[in-house]
């Protein structure tokens, strides 16, 4: 079974600034199936980032997905106010399974 | 458009089976996509429970497989979840959602508490 290890815990950053998240892998995820959401306070999660690297429809080009193999990176530029949420990624393994990340929660400085 | 709905008790006492129902609407269940459940207990991240998929064959959680269990009903096109002996530690708000690698569409949630 796979865990997903993601840094920072919290994150404390200003609009305007970037953010780099770290998602960690305990083995190598097949075929980059990792994703990224973004989830606010009462509200479900959203998808952001699919096959480590390509944005859900509809979402902005500020934020971008990287990495391969067992280390991911999600990356928001020019942070807006509505970014600050807490972020999860997942991947799907075989046998079928699917893992979340614990979750990086991003908060206004 | 898809939707999802969770239904079932808020409430449920310890060591009994939390039971819940999602249905589903804009879109046939065995047309296709795995239908699983995930939860999250308050303050806390994401937990995958278990899934079905078109065929009805299940998935589970290693961690919660002895006590989970998904069926579906494709004639009134919803799924449904039975977890066993439940503790304090099985409160949580209860996802249902439509999903194959990624997952998309979401239902509300529905909080279900684990008290006597």
């Known amino acids: 079974e796979i865990v997903l290890t993601q840094s920072p815990g919290t994150l404390s950053l200003s609009p305007g600034e970037s953010a780099t998240l770290s998602c960690r892998a305990s083995?190598?995820?097949?075929?980059?199936?990792l994703a990224w959401y973004q989830q606010k306070p009462g509200q479900t999660p959203r998808l952001l980032i699919y096959?480590?690297?390509n944005r859900a429809t509809g979402i902005p080009d500020r934020f971008s997905g990287s990495g391969s193999g067992t280390d991911f990176t999600l990356t928001i530029s020019r942070l807006e106010p509505e970014d600050f949420a807490v972020y999860y990624c997942q991947q799907y393994g075989s046998s079928p399974t699917w893992t979340f990340g614990q979750g990086t929660k991003m908060e206004i400085k | 458009q898809v939707q999802l709905q969770e239904s079932g008790p808020g409430l449920v006492k310890p060591s009994e089976t939390l039971s819940l129902t999602c249905a589903v609407s804009g879109y046939s269940i065995s047309s296709g996509y795995y239908w699983g459940w995930v939860r999250q207990p308050p303050g806390k991240g994401l937990e995958w429970i278990g899934s079905?998929?078109?065929?009805?064959?299940?998935y589970y959680n290693p961690s919660l497989q002895s006590r989970v269990s998904i069926s579906v009903d494709t004639s009134k096109n919803q799924f449904s979840l039975n977890l066993s002996s439940v503790t304090a530690a099985d409160t949580a708000v209860y996802y249902c959602?439509?999903?194959?690698?990624?997952?998309?569409?979401w239902g509300q949630g529905t909080l279900v508490t684990v008290s006597s």
């Open positions: 079905i998929y078109q065929s009805g064959s299940t």
């Open positions: 959602a439509r999903h194959i690698y990624t997952w998309d569409y």
């Open positions: 083995q190598s995820v097949s075929n980059n199936y």
């Open positions: 096959g480590a690297s």
